[in-house]
């Protein structure tokens, strides 16, 4: 079986209109967000991964634990997060 990188940049809602997503890491307990290389509490300036495979190399690199990784609508609205490490 092969599987692929899920690598979408849109999101569509009801209506047919596209909104731009961003994956960003966020600490479970501080609700802090990464930026190089430590923790900001405004998610505008949280880095941006590509897909799930590079923020796992972030937190590897970084030795982050208790980090989840969000999807965030522009808007300012973390719509899924999920435990990474």
């Given at each position: 079986?092969?599987?692929e ?17 961003k994956?960003?890491l ?50 300012g ?9």
């Amino acid at each position: 079986m092969e599987f692929e990188t899920m690598a979408a940049r849109k999101v569509h809602n009801g209506n047919g209109n596209g909104r731009n997503i961003k994956r960003v890491l966020r600490h479970r307990d501080s609700r802090e967000y990464f930026k190089d290389g430590g923790w900001t509490n405004n998610p505008n300036e949280a880095d941006c991964f590509s897909d799930a495979v590079e923020a796992a190399e972030i937190c590897a690199r970084f030795q982050l634990n208790d980090v989840e990784l969000a999807l965030r609508f522009e808007t300012g609205c973390d719509v899924f997060c999920t435990p990474i490490r």
